[in-house]
């Protein structure tokens, strides 16, 4: 049988009455030539549609899961089955997304970034009185924001955030009941509220205001409406932004774990569950328990490799100063084609081998700090600060330190208390073994004593570029919060900011404006 274009063509031709009435017939075929070709021009729009079906979840689900190629398999039986749905072209986005996110290869980058417009005019031509019209073109933008941002171009990802958060905010009018609006507005208002210093021109240039609490109960809202709804595939995804904004911002240990707790949902189904669950626990005096969950993890060749989590791991293994933690860091290092954490991961090679007495490869290691890696994140800052400064850790003091993070305090104080005066006559580690007792003793919630050490190091150390100062600030804020305080947390959360030009400034900067965010001190 002849295609329907060819039949098309070939109609003039097959016409043997006389002339008139050929003529006649001819105007008329061209009439419903024309309307024929006008028809299926705009079927494409018209009937162009966004239907979130079982097969679309279940790709999404997939995707969700890393396992990518099985994710586009199912996507592409969507496409030949119903060709008109425009769902399959939305989540493909979310493959280019994870990848790069996870990735960070510029490559890749580079190949995929012009896959947003052709999403974008899809999503453009579909069914415009669809609440997914605005919403799946919001979404794209604000994907590709963060992957931007993550590959330097920041003024791009800039104006694709204010396009984000237009499409949300309108839509969020227009369709008040379509609830998934709250996952991209609530991550937005949620970040608005602890923007550093530095960064508050990106968010002036987006105009998106809003605050911690805002964007806490717009995620708690959505989470609770998904759950008893048709968009429930959207739960683990929605659990994943909230319990990262709970711990992060909120400070909120307690409703962070809490959430991560829920027996329902499979950890092996949602790699970044884990990492959160892992990250939590990590921070929380369960070191253990986060060990566990990375060491015990899936290693499924079907899933895109996250070799982040491979770092993690390194990173609770050494908090608890096990052995094999370095085989963690070299795994990375060996397969992990991006720049973040790399010198970090050489960083902490280089404690390994200080901790073992052998200086010859620590110096090796930490000269990698200057060669490899760059220092976006301000853990690659400092390992790159310790490598060029030349300043060799104290060995006691680095232990105390892992051991503090980890949780593990009875082995970090053993470690301060073998000290002996003259083990730490540098600056430096005299403000550490002060600030790290303040650790201690906060973690432990002896706050009276955890407040003097805090206040000592602030003292001493407020004029010198180190972390201890400003994070002591930042302790004491918190621990007044904590006890109801307001008035002495808005004041020391603001001394916090005042101090400049110290390491970790970034990550400090955001956990006292997130501070002064929670308590309206801004």
């Known amino acids: 049988m002849k295609g329907f274009h060819a039949l098309l063509l070939e109609i003039p031709f097959l016409l043997t009455a006389n002339t008139t009435v050929k003529v006649s017939l001819q105007i008329e075929q061209k009439k419903t030539i024309g309307i024929f070709l006008l028809f299926i021009i705009l079927s494409t729009k018209l009937f162009a549609s966004f239907e979130v079906n079982e097969n679309c979840i279940t790709a999404y689900n997939k995707i969700i899961a890393l396992r990518f190629e099985e994710g586009k398999t199912l996507l592409n039986n969507e496409k030949v089955i119903n060709p008109k749905n425009d769902i399959p072209y939305f989540l493909e986005n979310y493959i280019d997304f994870l990848t790069l996110f996870i990735s960070e290869n510029k490559k890749d980058f580079d190949k995929l970034k012009d896959n947003m417009d052709k999403r974008?005019?899809?999503?453009e031509r579909g069914e415009s009185n669809s609440p997914f019209y605005l919403y799946t073109q919001a979404e794209i933008y604000l994907q590709w924001a963060i992957v931007k941002i993550k590959f330097k171009e920041y003024v791009s990802a800039a104006f694709d955030l204010k396009k984000a958060l237009e499409l949300l905010t309108y839509n969020n009018e227009k369709?008040?009941?379509?609830?998934?609006?709250?996952?991209?507005?609530?991550?937005?208002?949620?970040?608005?509220?602890a923007v550093p210093e530095n960064y508050k021109w990106v968010a002036k240039l987006v105009g998106v205001k809003g605050t911690i609490n805002q964007g806490v109960n717009e995620l708690k809202d959505l989470l609770t409406f998904v759950n008893n709804s048709e968009y429930k595939y959207l739960h683990d995804e929605v659990l994943f932004i909230l319990a990262l904004v709970e711990w992060n911002l909120q400070k909120d240990e307690e409703e962070a774990q809490k959430l991560l707790q829920n027996p329902d949902f499979n950890l092996s189904a949602n790699p970044f569950l884990l990492l959160a669950k892992a990250t939590i626990a990590m921070k929380t005096n369960h070191n253990d328990d986060a060990i566990q969950l990375l060491v015990n993890r899936p290693h499924e060749k079907e899933c895109y490799p996250?070799?982040?989590l491979d770092f993690m791991t390194g990173v609770a293994k050494l908090n608890r100063l096990d052995a094999d933690a370095g085989i963690y860091f070299t795994n990375y290092l060996t397969n992990f084609k991006g720049q973040n954490y790399i010198k970090t991961a050489w960083q902490k090679l280089a404690?390994?081998?200080l901790m073992n007495k052998d200086t010859i490869n620590y110096k090796e290691d930490i000269k990698q700090c200057i060669v490899f890696g760059d220092d976006n994140v301000d853990e690659d800052k400092d390992a790159l600060k310790e490598a060029t400064n030349g300043e060799i850790p104290n060995i006691a003091l680095l232990k105390a330190r892992l051991l503090c993070d980890g949780g593990y305090y009875e082995r970090s104080i053993a470690e301060i208390a073998g000290m002996k005066p003259g083990d730490f006559t540098r600056l430096k580690d005299q403000l550490e073994v002060t600030y790290r007792m303040g650790r201690i003793f906060h973690r432990t919630n002896d706050f009276d004593k955890a407040l003097d050490y805090y206040e000592q190091t602030l003292k001493n150390g407020v004029h010198f570029t180190y972390y201890f100062a400003a994070n002591s600030a930042l302790q004491i804020a918190s621990i007044y919060e904590k006890q109801?305080?307001?008035?002495?947390?808005?004041?020391?959360?603001?001394?916090?900011l005042a101090m400049r030009n110290h390491d970790y400034q970034n990550s400090i900067d955001q956990k006292a404006e997130a501070?002064?965010?929670r308590l309206g001190g801004k």
């Open 120 to 123: 974008l005019d899809r999503m």
């Open 306 to 308: 996250f070799y982040y």
């Open 175 to 193: 369709y008040p009941l379509f609830k998934a609006n709250n996952k991209g507005l609530g991550f937005l208002h949620a970040i608005a509220g």
């Open 484 to 496: 109801g305080n307001k008035d002495k947390a808005i004041h020391y959360y603001q001394t916090c």
């Open 351 to 353: 404690w390994i081998a």
């Open 515 to 517: 501070g002064l965010d």
